[in-house]
């Protein structure tokens, strides 16, 4: 009785550490073709071996400049977009992890309705043409739903999202933009996921609009018990709202951490420029004169070594010629801090 007791806490704790999802050296490269015959002269790197896992109930914010990725591995985490190699694990409602990236048409039907996406734009990703009822019913009917149930669990969700569901029967022109994003919201949770991407749903945003929106998240993460992937290049919203923080570059990651932990002691150079574009009140604050000079590197040629290291004003030799690693840098009993930068240690880039 006892043993048996032990091992249902085991399982227990075992079940709760394992991940929601685990994303193992996710690679998407779209291929360059030119000339009459539409050959394949190369490929652009967009996700290039990214891995990182989401535990429940957390928010991971993935960050970085424009172009580096972040969007892409979003929609091929959620198979918009067919992964080029790697492995996607999800642990579904039931305690089952599947591979997503081995799913057919079929199965991922079924699966979507647990992954959902808010989406960045809330003027061009409501159909003006179709009312709130049919727009946020749309994932229902899609999964099979009545047309008296779908009534129910839109006006259930509006409510939910702080809308009245009185005007369910109206257009998306006659809503300001927060009400449209908080529409976009309803539709992401009609099918009750347990894993939401957020592609940064307050950019386009008002800025007296956008904390509204961003507690409206918080709330429904809390009374829900949501799984956040929070994607976004404002890093003051990602300290208000992430548990942990993931810096893309130019579709590598190169630096993953607690988000207080980034903040206060950022381990790579690309890190700490991205932390000095933040506009402070103090003006004695600052990362030690960390700016981003030069252009991006391209994507869809191959870097010897690392890519930051031609904007990268603490680059050395070895640092041009040899890639590092995306390797765990924290002191031993410290939360977890991967960077990958071969001089880490050597350089401060604390304020």
């Known amino acids: ?49 990214v891995s990182f896992t989401l535990r429940a109930g957390e928010t991971l914010g993935l960050v970085g400049e424009s172009g580096c990725g972040k969007t892409t591995t979003a929609r091929v985490i959620l198979r918009a977009l067919d992964p080029t190699a790697g492995s996607i694990l999800f642990r579904t409602e039931s305690g089952e992890t599947i591979d997503v990236a081995t ?4 199965e991922l039907k079924a699966l979507r ?7 960045q734009d809330p003027y061009s990703s409501l159909n003006p043409r ?99 992937l929070f994607i976004t290049h404002d890093l003051s919203v990602v300290r208000y709202v992430c548990t942990r923080v993931a810096v893309m570059y130019v579709g590598k990651l190169v630096e993953l951490a607690e988000t207080d932990t980034l903040f206060d002691r950022p381990m790579h150079p690309y890190t700490a420029a991205l932390l000095a574009a933040v506009p402070d009140l103090d003006p004695h604050r600052g990362w030690l004169g960390e700016t981003l000079t030069g252009e991006v590197a391209d994507p869809s040629k191959e870097h010897a070594g690392c890519p930051f290291a031609p904007r990268c004003k603490h680059a050395i030799d070895l640092c041009r010629h040899e890639p590092p690693p995306l390797e765990n840098k924290a002191p031993d009993g410290s939360p977890a801090h991967q960077a990958a930068c071969h001089r880490v240690g050597e350089i401060d880039l604390r304020a």
């Open 1 to 49: 009785m006892h043993e048996t007791a032990t091992t249902e806490r085991i399982d227990q704790a075992t079940e709760a550490e394992t991940p929601v999802l685990d994303v193992r050296n996710l690679k998407k490269h779209f291929p360059i073709e030119r000339g009459f015959l539409r050959r394949v002269v190369g490929h652009v790197k967009a996700v290039d071996d």
């Open 103 to 106: 799913l057919g048409p079929g």
């Open 113 to 119: 309705r647990q992954m959902q996406m808010i989406f």
């Open 130 to 228: 179709m009312p709130i009822i049919d727009l946020v019913a749309e994932p229902l009917r899609a999964h099979g739903w009545g047309r008296r149930a779908c009534e129910d669990r839109v006006a259930e969700v509006l409510e939910l999202v702080g809308l009245d569901p009185q005007y369910m029967r109206r257009y998306p022109h006659a809503f300001s933009g927060g009400q449209r994003q908080r529409i976009g919201i309803a539709r992401a949770l009609a099918l009750s996921p347990s894993l939401v991407v957020a592609d940064e749903p307050v950019s386009a945003l008002d800025v007296s609009i956008q904390a509204q929106i961003l507690n409206l998240l918080e709330e429904m993460q809390k009374r829900l018990g949501l799984t956040y």
